[in-house]
């Protein structure tokens, strides 16, 4: 996701937000008290985000597009899902099955999708969508009911993962990155988790701050592998993001996959760039109405929490899987192997060319998306070579 302001000084909640952002902090506060008083920044990214009908993915706020807190690749243009759909296209005509969305947005990449799929004359068997948030699957479904019948009938919703692996695509796009991930401080006397307390201190409301605790085994444990698989010792006070649940995350949907893709595209980095020296802050952002910022305990349950993905952990746990890791470029790379420059040059209105140009640099330009954001295949029993991956191969940075 990106936000399409510079950070800047955060617009106020409104009143009905407000009494929403602390209800939340309530909550939070609870869990504290019940804790002793410190929880992980995980405990705390997860109830800020997806406490039961408050947290951010789950209240009715307006998140995605213009009007939202980021804008998506998806509804950014409509080229990436044409492309998208070409590289699904090619896996369906050798596993057959269906597509299997993950965090489905407001439903443009699926609409795109289907359209572009059924021009191309390969069609899902059916298309499911995963979403956690009744809010958006609720717009989901507003969006993609303008389908003709025949595409909408492929159309499915699901609660959780499938029971028994399928075959086919599953998609996740700009999911990974939203997963609640630990925040860690490597120090002279130890790893140390930087949890949250509550902030007797401050005046504002809700008051949260950060205060670092000595890590327990499981955290000191994937600090230690993390460190030991760098080129050198990280500095002291250090600080960045450990997500512990990636791995099990990649598992649980390597088990949905009988033969077909797994197609992660977010923006992250190998461990070697993710974990570099000179990135002394980690990668934690925050989206509020198209600001990006980076204190999380303001506007808690309001606005977004995203953390970079280790694409090298995310192989890792892929090759535990049994998933081959087909594929690992840029967005942009990604793009320019399936096409993108033919979908805008066969537009024959000079403006409506433009316009797509003007789409495509934003998705394909180092300083846009085209860098930060990465593809990665993962894939099981897919011999066929996938051309999204042929003009870029990062594997080696792995």
Not at 128 to 136: F, K, R, Y
Not at 243 to 250: G, H, K, S
Not at 251 to 260: D, N, Q, R, W
Not at 365 to 392: C, H
Request: contains cysteine; aromatic residues 6%.
């Amino acid at each position: 996701m990106t936000a399409s302001a510079a950070r800047s000084i955060l617009p106020p909640l409104s009143r009905d937000e407000q009494r929403h952002s602390d209800a939340v902090a309530a909550l939070i506060r609870a869990e504290l008290a019940a804790a002793g008083g410190w929880i992980s920044f995980e405990r705390f990214m997860e109830l800020a985000l997806y406490a039961p009908g408050l947290g951010y993915y789950n209240a009715g706020s307006v998140k995605i597009g213009p009007g939202g807190d980021f804008v998506t690749a998806p509804e950014m243009s409509a080229l990436l899902g044409r492309c998208v759909a070409r590289q699904c296209a090619a896996v369906l005509q050798a596993s057959g099955g269906g597509i299997l969305e993950l965090g489905a947005g407001t439903g443009s990449l699926a609409a795109v999708m289907l359209g572009e799929l059924a021009s191309l004359g390969v069609l899902p068997e059916r298309y499911a969508i995963l979403e956690v948030s009744g809010d958006l699957a609720a717009r989901q479904r507003e969006r993609l009911a303008r389908l003709p019948a025949a595409l909408r009938q492929r159309l499915t919703w699901l609660q959780e993962l499938p029971d028994q692996p399928a075959r086919g695509v599953i998609l996740a796009n700009e999911v990974a990155d939203a997963l609640p991930c630990h925040r860690v401080c490597w120090s002279a006397g130890g790893v140390l988790a930087i949890g949250v307390v509550e902030d007797d201190t401050s005046s504002a409301q809700p008051a949260f701050r950060a205060q670092a605790a000595p890590a327990d085994a499981a955290l000191e444990s994937a600090c230690g592998e993390i460190q030991s698989a760098l080129p050198e010792p990280l500095p002291d006070g250090y600080r960045s993001e450990v997500c512990l649940r990636l791995a099990p995350w990649i598992a649980s949907l390597g088990a949905c996959l009988e033969c077909g893709l797994l197609l992660l595209t977010d923006y992250g980095l190998p461990r070697r760039h993710y974990y570099h020296p000179q990135r002394t802050d980690g990668t934690l952002r925050c989206h509020f109405r198209q600001r990006a910022h980076d204190n999380p305990f303001i506007n808690v349950g309001m606005q977004d929490i995203t953390a970079w993905v280790d694409f090298t952990e995310v192989a890792e746990a892929g090759a535990d899987a049994g998933l081959e890791v087909s594929g690992f470029a840029t967005q942009a790379a990604f793009l320019l192997g399936l096409g993108i420059e033919s979908l805008v040059a066969s537009v024959h209105d000079d403006i409506e060319r433009m316009r797509l140009a003007g789409e495509a640099r934003r998705l394909l330009m180092p300083e846009e998306m085209g860098e930060s954001f990465k593809a990665m295949a993962l894939t099981r029993d897919l011999p066929a070579p996938l051309a999204g991956f042929v003009v870029q191969d990062l594997r080696h940075l792995l």
